[in-house]
């Protein structure tokens, strides 16, 4: 095996392939934002035959274990060239390349047989195999241990049957990392288990959501009677909720520096209330004067706050869970409460609209989006559990269902009084 | 405990919270309600050798900061003020000192900034108008008489003017906004105690009734006065939220332990997902606060134009916040709260007071729409 060339060299070569082989692009181009945009399985061959090029290049997976199709560098070396590379055209994946090379692919790396992951990252890595979460339920979001998509084993393979819900880029994945349950006499937390599922086995129906926007880039999965075989599970068996776990924290980590998560101005008044306020005449009426003063006022003690969490995740006194909560809980309690202020402003404007008039609309869609972070990725309430509990210390409520078997809890839920 | 505090803040926290635990703890402010007094003079002086009035003026004149950040120093001094209920006219005398040292007219007050920083005299800022109006010269008129003015008119809401012996006045006049500085036993001046709502620190109406000073009082000019008046506000504001800050953060506190000791069907009230969430979003409201207060620190800090407007908008969020938290810890504590045995009262009143000293939420909104252009 040759020698780890030093980071100059390597970056030196790097640059050379990358400005051979990809379109420059300015860093600064913004990034697409939700809602914008629809796209088929087929727009995507094109960033997948990139990334294949990449791969083969050594540029995906650089610090990743060589024996997994990476190359085995320092992490400093994929930052460097990630840093550099912004500079490029690099391929698109869409959201469920994201998902594929960090929550599943990561949680794998913790979790998997080096059977699996020798036969699964190469392919990840290459853009061959997208991996999308096979999460939440149409019965289970909050309560994910509460899942009912059930696994049976059937000689050397399992049988999946249940459905999978909000599953961003379901629609264009080559695969699910799905939780389903395997032992239903156990407590909740104890009977689960992974697989990865293959998204063109027979038996799975892969369904577009059209979204209270109109939009569709979630999907919701039918899974009726697919085979998978023993050697794609993940982790052992009946240990799903540690891997859960894994990939919980991997996703709140990353879900920590989502822009999403911030209003869009640091200083001064967002120019497009003033734009609005202007276009319903309203730049001398007091009310409206109050309501551009609140959500300016909310904005930017958003973003500060994000300053001051930073600040208090660095000093690390308190659970770093807990912290982060602050964000999320802010962000899904502020933002409905700003699209709110800026339909009233609004007044008639993001009512009605032509057809190709920008500003109704955006406004309107904008109010539509407004509670995706008081639901989705641990909803307000979850947040506040998490807050109340890790930084203020208070005690948990008291769990009904945890030590009991779950076809017990099953059986006995919708007849629950409260009484012990 | 702030992550944010230099160790030299962090000492100067600590030396003041000493102090105040042994000279004027919660339970002393407590007394002075019952005896209707204020605190005695050798409080002010011993605040002031701890530094409390030398942090915004030149070392030249006896002042001098702890970090190099007056300001900042100021705000650690002030919340911690906050914390335990404290009277006395910090942020006026703050606030004035800083005009006068900032005033380029040429007049030489350094004796009278001196009796400031050095506690043995206090000042106080006549700011509001009748029925709290605080735009600036509201309810004070100032006219050319003679080679100097004449003052008439009435201010609201100044604090603790009662120890005070100069009263910086802003008044409107033919030439606009104009700032002077009055002795408070100056012939046509009455400084009288009113009651009100805050239980902690004393209100004063001030009269002035035919006021005559001389060239000499005038702070600045016309001219000058606008902008200073800015710098005032945005120090005030500052000052006043880092105040508000350290008393919401205490009775969070307070109401946190009531929740983990108060035991109702059989458990701690805190273990209810009712009052967990309640404490939760208060708690997300106070530690946005604490954001927007050190912004607004570091904002004054520097100074700039762009201070003003964060300054209101520390103001702002705070003022509606002290409230909001104030109410929620109120249906916390439940029936004890309706006492007059329990300190709760003394935060509801020191906070809703607060958050309308130095303008209310609704007065910085409209005052940010301003500064923006709109």
Known sequence: MSATPSLEEYLAEAKTWLEENLEPKDPREPMRVRGVGHSTPEDFLP????????????????????????????????????TMARGFRMPNLGVAGGTSLGACAQTMLQHASDEFLKRHIPKMLSGEELFVQLFSEPGAGSD???????????????????????????????????????????PKHRGLTWFAVSLK?????????????????????FLDEVVVPESDMIGELNQGWSV??????????????????????????????????????????????????????????????????????????????????????????HDPIRARQIMELGQGVPLSWEPGDGAGERVGIEYLNSRVWSIAG???????????????????EPSYDSNKPFNEVLREAHSWTGSA | MDPLLSDDQHLLRETTERFIEKSLPLSSVRALVGSGGGADESYRSQGAELGWFALLAPEALGGGSISGEGVADAAVLAEVRGWFLQPGSFVDTNVIIDALVNDTSGVDRSAIVGSLISGESGASWALAGPGG?????????????????????????????????????????????????????????TVSLVEGLDLTRRLYDVGFEGVALDSASQVGTPTTAPAAFDRQLALASVLSTAECVG??????????????????????????????????????????????????????QVGDLASLEVASIAKSFVSDAAVELAHACWQNFGGIAYTWEHDFHLFLRRLTTDASLYGPAAFHRERICQLEGI
């Open chain 1, 144 to 186: 994910l241990a509460g899942i009912t998509t059930r696994a049976v084993k059937d000689g050397e393979q399992w049988v999946l049957t249940g459905s999978k819900i909000w599953t961003s880029g379901g629609y264009y994945a080559d695969y699910g990392m799905c939780l389903a349950r395997t032992d239903w006499d156990a």
């Open chain 2, 133 to 189: 109006a605080w735009s600036g010269g509201a309810g004070l008129d100032w006219r050319s008489h003679g080679d100097g003015f004449r003052l008439d008119g009435h201010k609201t809401l100044v604090v603790e003017a009662g120890d005070a012996s100069w009263l910086l006045a802003t008044a409107e006049g033919p030439d606009g906004l104009a700032q002077f500085l009055v002795p408070s036993d100056a012939p046509g001046v």
């Open chain 1, 244 to 333: 859960t776990q894994t990939m919980l924290l991997i996703e709140r980590s990353s879900g920590r520096d989502d822009p999403s998560f911030l209003p869009p101005v640091d200083t001064g008044v967002d120019p497009k209330l003033v734009q609005l306020a202007e276009q319903v005449g309203r730049t001398k009426d007091p009310v409206a004067r109050q309501l551009i003063g609140q959500i300016h006022v909310n904005d930017y003690v958003r973003v500060k706050l994000g300053d001051r969490i930073s600040g208090l995740l660095r000093s690390g006194d308190k659970p770093a869970a807990g912290i982060a909560s602050y964000w999320k809980l802010a962000a899904g309690v």
């Open chain 1, 201 to 221: 086995a027979d038996g799975v129906t892969v369904q577009p959501i059209r979204e209270i926007s109109g939009e569709a880039e979630f999907c919701q999965e």
């Open chain 2, 247 to 300: 008393a919401m953060d205490h009775l969070f506190e307070l109401t946190l332990e009531y929740s983990k000791d108060r035991i109702a069907f059989g458990r701690p009230i805190g273990s209810f997902q009712a009052i967990k969430h309640q404490l939760a979003d208060t708690s997300l409201n106070l530690e946005m606060s604490k954001a927007a207060a050190t912004a607004a620190v570091k904002a004054v």
């Open chain 1, 47 to 82: 960033a997948r035959a990139l990334q294949k090029k990449v791969y083969e290049a050594g540029y995906a997976g650089i610090s990743w274990p060589v024996a997994y199709g990476g190359q085995g560098l320092p992490t400093e070396y994929q930052r460097a060239f990630g």
């Open chain 1, 378 to 396: 641990g909803s307000n309430e979850m947040q506040r559990n998490s807050i109340s509990e890790k930084v203020l210390g208070l005690p948990r």
